[in-house]
């Protein structure tokens, strides 16, 4: 099963109620999250700690992997506040 941190409670916490993750920064450059696929609730955008000890951005669904875009080697998440 896929398990991490939920990003979307990531940037509820830092930037409030609203908030939304729009690009991470991994190994291979930014990538972005595009807004329809950040607000589609049956998906959870995770990150969690992958076997080489690496943030890595993930997607889930019912606690079972999901597709969606992918980031190795995190080093940078792009919160844009809510409200």
């Not at 951005?57 to 506040?81: C, K």
Request: glycine letters at 14%; a neutral charge.
């Amino acid at each position: 099963t896929a398990s991490g941190w939920s990003l979307r409670e990531i940037a509820r916490v830092a930037a409030g109620d609203g908030a939304r993750v729009d690009r991470v920064t991994g190994a291979d450059g930014p990538v972005g999250i595009d807004a329809a696929v950040w607000k589609d609730a049956t998906r959870t955008p995770l990150l969690r700690v992958n076997s080489r000890g690496e943030l890595k951005l993930d997607w889930a669904v019912a606690g079972a992997r999901a597709d969606g875009p992918e980031a190795f080697a995190v080093t940078a998440v792009h919160v844009i506040p809510g409200g």
